[in-house]
């Protein structure tokens, strides 16, 4: 490998000095958002459930960067990715430590205006900005990043970040449920497996491998608990809700399991002494499109729990939410190769992301959101689509015409990295819940 | 005679009764097996293999048979190959060998397994038609409609042996020309190998062909999963309802499936022992092909709640569950 810290083919020269005001700032800012978005969960549900708490902690930066060091430490790997389509599986069975380095800061997305044009996605300037002045710990944390090529976006994003760190990038075939797509998909997943067992030294086993499978599967079954209870009454916000499936993404898989089953236990207690979060003729709204990351881009599920009148987000289509662990790997003989095929096939098979597309064109996500609004009772739909995600505002045709047939309002909702149309998307939100609560009284 | 049938009918209600017992014994001792499909289809197995055993020792065993087989699958499709069949069985404790020896099963192209199901069609007929080729190249001095007809149903070569070709399981004792320190080959299609191949061969190379055929049916269903439900002879009889669209409200026995709560995640094709598709190429609703042998490995499987159902006659038996079992809300 090359001296990567010599030669840069895409980030601009930058002095130490204005990295680190510039860290200092965000960084402070980073923390008072935080803070601040917990602090209006607590507000918005005074009885939220207790167990909340140790996901409040863990949505600090700082808890989990700790851990982290300290593993690294003892001489374990991390490994990041961009998209969800990274085989977690195989990376902890490597013994290594998934996590996913997607930056939700919205200053960081005008730091990557250095680098690419304000027309590409702010979730992916925001991650050049993040890498540019170290602002992300786990990026800075990954001793290499997966990087799928799935959008645009995030086919160049790996290509800018490899001037810091290794990246293994992992072409994803456009058609998913053809043989040929398949065997390329396979290909890839086996050599990043390679790659993961070259990095961090250990051979991934059939038995590890098998305990890695197990470990996920567990968190899909807490997982799905949590996304059933969100079927009835709203027993928790949906704002919580997110933020337990989110911390998915850089906590510690095991632990992340066990409190997310103590806050089912809890939520289901509440259920049977009809405890609800919030009045249950809320209006209920699903929001689908570009993924939300904490901490900064938690604007729209504030603005729809806490617009007058209030709304409450019981479902999502989002790659930070609902779809990280909604579909789990399914083996039929523990074999490795039987395996790898199922994790392949999980990972590649049951996404719903845009940028696939098939015989029917992306039938499997109109399908998803079918089943959610008939199972979860939705009553309103919000698109939410950042400017510059091309895959997701390209589909809002179609979802719309599904939906107006079944004659489920949707909203699309148009945003940027930025705090400045807080106000005004404030109006727009709550028209649109004024609208959906009128609908219900009806 | 009618008291003996009476005896015998008792005796195997008995054994059905104490069987079934058993099983439900076992499953509610074992609470989580009762959610495990494959176990409870393995038990069925035996229980089947045993009771074709006392129909063979049955005096109208034949006909028993040969009414179920040929009944069976105007309600229930190729129920009989996922469920009773002892041929199936035997493949499938070759397939538990497999496992623990940990071998990865091979997988046949989709058109090759396309091909040889429909290959089936072929055997099946071969085999009606060769007593008659037999007849005309040797014939008899009378050749009328009665000749032909036992031809057809008894005669030297019983074309209606590849009917019950695969439930002629080993432990039915038989008296064939092959023998081994005095125990015979008693092993499904052996019997219809040795007949045939006797006509062009000699003896030493009957028992030849007999034990290559055993031998390439062992090889061959250590390799691949279920091979000779793919192209079974007895299958085209049976599945002949489920292969055409038009028949689609014939067999009451089906595979259901819900089109919103399928992700395709391509699960259901993986798992299937022969390979089909269809289950996960249709769009929703009743899936139709002959090929599956309704093993319902796949409505086991299947990780999304209510998204592949079993029905018979419109009532869901058995359904996809969210098989990391879901929490009950209201």
Known sequence: MKNKSEEKKYMPEISQKEIDELRKAITATSQRVVAENIEKMKKADPNRPEAMQYFDEIADFATREKEIRAAKQEGKKVIGYMCLFAPTELILAADAIPVRVNSGWYDASKLGDRVVPVEVCPVVRSTIGAKMIALSPYLELSDALISVLTCDGMTKLGEILSDYTPVWAMSIPRVKDSAQSMRLWIEEIKSVKGQIEALTGNKIKSKQLKSAIELTQKATKAFRRLQDLRKGSPVIMGRDAMLVNQTYMWDNIERWTEKTEALCDELEKRVSQKNWACPPDTPRVMVTGTPMIWPDNWKVPTLVEEANPQGVLVADELCSGERLLYDPVGVDEWSMSDMLNAIAERYLMASTCPCFTSEDGNEDRINWLLNKIKEWNIQGVIYYVVRGCMLYAMEYTRVKKVLDRMSVPVYYLDTEYTREDVGQMKTRVEAFLEMLSARIDI | ?330
């Not at chain 2, 035996?46 to 055993?53: D, I, T, W």
């Not at chain 2, 005096?59 to 040969?66: A, S, Y």
Request: charged letters at 15%; glycine letters at 6%.
């Open chain 2, 1 to 330: 005679m009618i008291m003996e049938l009476i005896g015998e009918i008792l005796k195997l209600t008995v054994l059905a009764g104490l069987t079934l017992a058993g099983i439900l014994v076992i499953l509610i001792w074992k609470k989580g097996l009762a959610t495990k499909v494959t176990y409870l289809r393995f038990l069925v197995q035996v229980v089947s293999m045993v009771a074709v055993f006392y129909l063979f020792t049955y005096p109208v065993w034949q006909l028993i048979v040969l009414i179920v087989i040929l009944v069976l699958p105007l309600f229930l499709g190729r129920f009989f190959c996922g469920w009773l069949c002892p041929f199936a069985l035997y493949m499938d404790a070759i397939t538990l060998i497999r496992k623990a020896v940990k071998v990865r099963y091979r997988i046949l192209p989709d058109k090759l397994n396309k091909f040889l199901h429909n290959l089936r069609y072929v055997l099946f007929l071969v085999f009606l038609i060769i007593p008659f080729v037999l007849v005309l190249l040797d014939p008899p001095s009378s050749l009328d409609l009665a000749t032909l007809l036992a031809l057809l149903l008894s005669g030297p070569f019983e074309p209606l042996r590849i009917l019950i070709g695969p439930i002629i399981p080993l432990i039915v004792s038989w008296e064939g020309p092959l023998a081994i320190s005095g125990v015979y080959f008693s092993y499904p299609y052996v019997q219809e190998v040795i007949l045939y191949s006797e006509v062009v061969f000699s003896e030493v190379f009957v028992n030849i062909i007999a034990l290559v055929f055993v031998a390439l049916t062992f090889v061959g269903s250590f390799f691949v999963r279920r091979v000779w439900c793919r192209f079974c002879p007895t299958g085209s009889s049976i599945a002949v309802v489920n292969r055409f669209k038009g028949f689609k409200w014939a067999p009451l026995l089906h595979i259901d499936k819900d089109e919103e709560k399928c992700t395709k995640c391509g699960i259901c094709k993986r798992v299937c022992p022969v390979q089909v598709t269809e289950v996960y190429e249709q769009k929703g609703g009743k899936i139709t092909t002959s090929m599956c042998t309704l093993c319902t490995r796949c409505v086991e499987m299947c990780p999304y709640e209510d998204c592949l159902k079993v029905k018979l006659g419109g009532k869901t038996v058995f359904k996809s569950r969210n098989w990391l079992e879901p929490s009950t809300t209201e």
